[in-house]
């Protein structure tokens, strides 16, 4: 069966400081893998996606970037954190078109 | 641009009773549309999907009612029970573009005793 890991938890950064949350998937290959982001009282905004190794597309202009270096990998990265990038993150997959399988978030707070 | 729209952001029912949550969407082009649970602190669970080729789809106590032409989805929860509390997504996709979900911004569902 298909899992996916997604960590750490919880997340507390100091501003400035730089950002890497990793989401791997099991028991399926060439997955489409996803970030999203739900900000306090919003829904959940699609942030990156990628349909294959190296493969990044970017659904919003951000402080954000992403990267795929295995199949069943990926990672959410930032330089440099801002306030306004506090939320939760969730890392998900999918096999064409049809449900997508979350992981169990990341709380990120930047204080 | 919000593409999909749950203009009810809270509902409370009763249990044992019907529970309607209601979804707009903009993008003529989406033609699968699913309905997610998701718990605080937790990431959403699948509960049932829809293709636009049909109009209804049911399992269990879930069924998603789709009016292409009205470009609305509702899920129905029939009889509601106090697990079921919990907040409610709905989402789109278009196909191909490696099926990216296109949520709204959820429906609070609270089950009464």
Redesign the interface.
């Given at each position: 069966s298909q899992t996916i890991h997604q960590w750490p938890a919880t997340l507390v950064q100091p501003v400035g400081s730089p950002l890497s949350l990793e989401c791997t998937v099991e028991g399926t290959s060439n997955p489409n893998l996803y970030w999203y982001r739900q900000a306090a009282g919003r829904g959940l905004q699609l942030l990156f996606y990628s349909v294959g190794i190296g493969q990044i597309s970017s659904e919003v202009p951000q402080n954000l970037s992403a990267s795929r270096p295995q199949d069943r990998q990926f990672i959410l990265s930032s330089k440099k954190l801002l306030l306004s990038d506090s939320g939760f993150y969730l890392c998900a997959w999918s096999r064409g078109q049809g449900q997508a399988f979350f992981g169990q978030g990341t709380r990120l707070t930047v204080v | 641009d919000q593409q999909?729209k749950?203009n009810s952001p809270s509902l409370s029912v009763q249990e044992g009773r019907i529970s309607i949550l209601n979804c707009d969407y903009t993008n003529s082009m989406f033609d699968?549309f699913?309905w997610?649970k998701k718990y605080p602190?937790?990431?959403?669970?699948?509960l049932i999907?829809i293709s636009s080729i049909k109009d209804k789809n049911e399992d269990g106590r879930f069924t998603v009612f789709l009016n292409k032409s009205a470009k609305h989805l509702s899920l129905h929860i029939v009889p509601s029970q106090p697990g079921d509390s919990a907040v409610y997504?709905c989402?789109a996709?278009e196909?191909?573009g490696?099926?990216?979900?296109?949520?709204?911004?959820?429906t609070q569902l609270k089950v009464e005793l």
């Open positions: - | 999909v749950q699968y699913l997610y602190a937790e990431g959403p669970t699948f999907s997504f989402a996709s196909g191909g490696g099926n990216k979900l296109t949520f709204g911004t959820g």
